[in-house]
């Protein structure tokens, strides 16, 4: 089954305490992205990557770091977490082919952080 | 800097009837925006997308308009059922790679 997975669904940690929010498609696609949704604001993208060693900012990048070093993973890395990254993390793809990009992005069941 | 807005937090209409939800942006022309649909703690699903060389986009009962001299998308509902109920997002590639969604809207559909 075509899908976006994400790990963990769930987690309480405390600041300061460095976390990872793994991601990882099985659809071959080479665009992934991480958004985060806060009542209110809708979700708001935070990093994305055109493809393998490819990340570029989002609008909201501060207090996060991501890596693509497989084109099926992309790790969400939290390293001094803070109680205003609690939210509600979604992780997306969408495949790109050269010369023409489809826009339609995939989207995995969500993880929601809480940071005491 | 660039926005999204969407007409309403929420929209509350009776079964059969046809829903519309208004999705406006200032500051950019983007060539193409995109609904989704998500239903409550779950991912947004994609639903339809229209590009600025459309003027409208069905599938079923969906609609969607794009009117870029008004920088306006309208996203219509016909014969609404209840288990349309859920938030509609709409987004639009702000540049590059960069998607921004709006805040959506909650469509409730009473039977």
């Known amino acids: 089954e075509a899908q976006v997975t994400q790990n963990p669904r769930y987690l309480i940690t405390v600041t300061g305490k460095k976390l990872t929010v793994t991601c990882s498609q099985n659809?071959?696609?080479?665009?992934m992205s991480w958004y985060r949704q806060d009542p209110g604001l809708g979700l708001r993208q935070i990093y994305y990557?055109?493809?393998?060693?490819?990340?570029d900012k989002g609008d909201v990048p501060e207090g996060y770091k991501v890596s693509r070093k497989e084109k099926r993973n992309f790790p969400l890395i939290l390293e001094s977490p803070s109680p205003n990254q609690t939210s509600l993390y979604f992780c997306?793809?969408?495949?790109?082919?050269?010369?023409?990009?489809?826009?339609?992005?995939?989207f995995g069941p969500g993880t929601r952080l809480t940071v005491t | 800097s660039q926005k999204i807005e969407q007409n309403s937090e929420a929209l509350n209409i009776q079964e059969g009837k046809t829903a519309t939800l208004t999705c406006n942006y200032t500051?950019?022309?983007?060539?193409?925006l995109q609904w989704y649909r998500q239903d409550p703690g779950r991912g947004p699903v994609f639903l339809l997308l229209?590009?600025?060389?459309?003027k409208e986009k069905r599938k079923e009962r969906l609609k969607v308009t794009f009117d870029t001299t008004l920088k306006q998308s309208l996203f219509h509902i016909t014969a609404s059922q209840p288990a349309d109920s859920a938030t509609y997002l709409c987004?639009?590639?702000?540049?590059?790679?960069?998607?921004?969604f709006g805040a959506g809207t909650r469509l409730f559909v009473k039977a």
């Open positions: 990557s055109m493809n393998v060693e490819v990340t």
């Open positions: 987004a639009l590639e702000a540049g590059g790679f960069k998607t921004i």
């Open positions: 500051n950019y022309s983007p060539a193409y």
């Open positions: 229209i590009r600025e060389n459309e």
């Open positions: 997306a793809s969408s495949l790109s082919t050269s010369g023409s990009r489809s826009y339609e992005q995939y």
């Open positions: 659809m071959n696609h080479e665009y």
